[in-house]
């Protein structure tokens, strides 16, 4: 499991940022944001599916069946998904802007070191999303746990909740990103990273045995989550030059990764168990979002880039 979790990262790394700068490289720059929201939107689908199908096992073969053989389903599932990845890839040809840069001899040789001079860009890119990922684990993983083991929820009853919430993760992607191209993506994420800050003080009054105080928390916390995550596939590659847009856009998204989600469920229930109790979490979330805000802050707004650049 940790050799295929650590061969996944691997991938992980590269096909995020390849994907996003297919989108925005083809995209008209007045759409750029909403083009890059197309890839993002794998992660709710991705979400939904595996909410679904765990619910769907979890009903028909039980914790017993399900902890002994069910859980490998969906990984032998998802060999559907990695096929038709291959696929689409094979068939695919380099953008516009790269084709333009290859022929101007403008792209790098040697990318990471090439990058060592935007290392600024990196670690704000990095900083500003990592709110992002710890709401994404927050919310998709340690909830779950906690809302079976700590608040008594059947898991079958919460996954259903999170299958309904995670729709407005979806819907709200869409929206964040079309705002992000009308009146930029730094006033966008200023707003929803506030927003998040706020909402983490109302954590303890919400994570409570109580199906419509979770709907609740799940709901507003995914909205807050894809007004986050939307507008990233466009502002971390515009925070890049052309010759390491795609390194330094899948450099800085994965360190949010470790930066803002790998240890979140572990943090979120040892804050849990100490004197701070579901309160802590609020606050781990909040000085998340304080960090975001003051890295958007110094990031410049990228809206009008030249992305030929």
Not at 6 to 16: K, N, P, S, T
Not at 196 to 210: A, E, M, Q
Not at 268 to 295: E, P, R
Request: proline share 4%.
């Amino acid at each position: 499991m940790c050799v295929c979790r650590a061969c996944q990262g691997v991938g992980l790394a590269g096909e995020w940022s390849g994907a996003a700068l297919v989108a925005t490289e083809n995209a008209p720059a007045s759409k750029r944001a909403l083009y890059g929201s197309f890839p993002n939107l794998g992660a709710p689908i991705g979400f939904f599916c595996a909410y679904g199908l765990n619910l769907l096992l979890t009903t028909h073969l039980g914790q017993e069946q399900m902890g002994a053989w069910g859980w490998r389903i969906p990984f032998l599932a998802s060999v559907v998904l990695v096929i038709i990845g291959l696929y689409v890839r094979a068939r695919m040809s380099e953008t516009p802007v790269f084709q333009k840069a290859s022929e101007e001899k403008r792209t790098s040789k040697h990318p990471l070191r090439d990058l060592l001079p935007y290392w600024k860009e990196v670690v704000l890119g990095t900083v500003a999303m990592g709110i992002t990922y710890t709401l994404f684990y927050v919310l998709g993983t340690w909830s779950l746990s906690y809302g079976v083991k700590g608040l008594g929820f059947q898991q079958s009853e919460y996954l259903l909740l999170q299958m309904v919430s995670v729709v407005f993760f979806a819907i709200f992607i869409v929206v964040s990103c079309v705002y992000a191209d009308k009146v930029g993506r730094k006033k966008v994420l200023l707003a929803v990273t506030a927003a998040t800050l706020v909402f983490s003080f109302f954590t303890p009054f919400l994570l409570v045995h109580s199906a419509a105080h979770i709907l609740v928390f799940l709901c507003i916390g995914f909205v807050l989550m894809g007004g986050l995550f939307g507008p990233c596939g466009a502002y971390l590659p515009e925070l890049f030059p052309v010759h390491v847009r795609y390194s330094g856009a899948g450099l800085s998204y994965n360190l949010a990764a470790i930066f803002g989600g790998a240890f979140a469920p572990t943090i979120a229930q040892a804050l849990v168990n100490s004197k701070f109790g579901v309160a802590g979490v609020g606050w781990y979330m909040a000085i998340m979002a304080a960090l975001a805000l003051l890295a958007l802050f110094l990031i410049k707004e990228s809206k009008d880039k030249d992305y030929e650049l």
